[in-house]
């Protein structure tokens, strides 16, 4: 089956600690994206991408980072710089042609909390 | 930036009863989406539409992209109890490239 797979589905952090939250799609998707969603607010990018080895900052990427070193891969690493980490974190993907128009599709989240 | 105003924020109904949402933006969109998204879950694709005055049908619901390309509602036809989640919309706008989403609507259904 093609989709979007996130991991792990729940992730605790320690103060002072990065983590590192996986998402992986076998959909051939160019665009891969970040969303951090807290309750009751609407999704909020942290960063995407358009193709492999490269990525843009979306509107909440201070203290996140990411890669993409493969069309497949696209994961998102919460460092200690966050201070309030505690959130649902989205991945999702979009087909080719561009990011704009384009639907996005959903993994089904990593809930991360602090210890 | 852009923004999405979305109503109702929740809403309770009886089972059967028709449902309605709506999103508007403070300009101009060219594609609007609706998702649902079940606790603990991602948010799933319901209807995409591209065109202004585009009326749209998936089952019992139905959605549509506003004559002025500032709004968009979604209808659902007699709820059911598995209609129960968040009905998020979203938009892709002229000036940025960004997927722009609204706050959501809580549904809730008393069987």
């Known amino acids: 089956d093609g989709g979007i797979t996130q991991s792990p589905k729940y992730l605790f952090r320690k103060e002072g600690q990065n983590v590192t939250l996986s998402c992986e799609q076998n959909?051939?998707?160019?665009?891969m994206y970040w969303y951090r969603q807290d309750p009751g607010q609407g999704l909020r990018l942290i960063y995407y991408?358009?193709?492999?080895?490269?990525?843009q900052k979306g509107d909440i990427a201070e203290g996140y980072s990411v890669s993409r070193e493969k069309k497949e891969s696209f994961p998102l690493t919460v460092t200690s710089a966050q201070k309030n980490p505690t959130a649902f974190y989205l991945c999702?993907?979009?087909?080719?042609?561009?990011?704009?128009?384009?639907?996005?599709?959903f993994g089904d989240g990593t809930r991360l909390s602090i210890l | 930036g852009q923004q999405l105003n979305q109503s109702p924020q929740s809403m309770f109904i009886q089972e059967g009863e028709d449902v309605s949402m709506n999103c508007t933006s403070s300009?101009?969109?060219?594609?609007w989406l609706w998702y649902k998204q079940d606790p603990g879950e991602g948010p799933v694709l319901l209807i995409a539409?591209?065109?202004?005055?585009e009326l749209t049908s998936n089952g019992r619901l139905t959605a549509q992209f506003g004559i002025t390309r500032k709004d968009s509602f979604l209808n659902i036809s007699a709820s059911i109890p598995s209609d129960v989640g968040i009905y998020f919309c979203?938009?892709?706008?002229?000036?940025?490239?960004?997927?722009?989403f609204g706050k959501g609507t809580k549904l809730s259904v008393k069987p």
């Open positions: 979203a938009g892709y706008g002229g000036s940025q490239g960004n997927l722009i």
């Open positions: 991408s358009q193709i492999v080895n490269d990525f």
């Open positions: 959909l051939n998707h160019d665009a």
């Open positions: 300009s101009i969109f060219n594609t």
């Open positions: 539409l591209y065109k202004a005055g």
């Open positions: 999702a993907s979009s087909p080719p042609g561009g990011i704009s128009n384009q639907p996005q599709h």
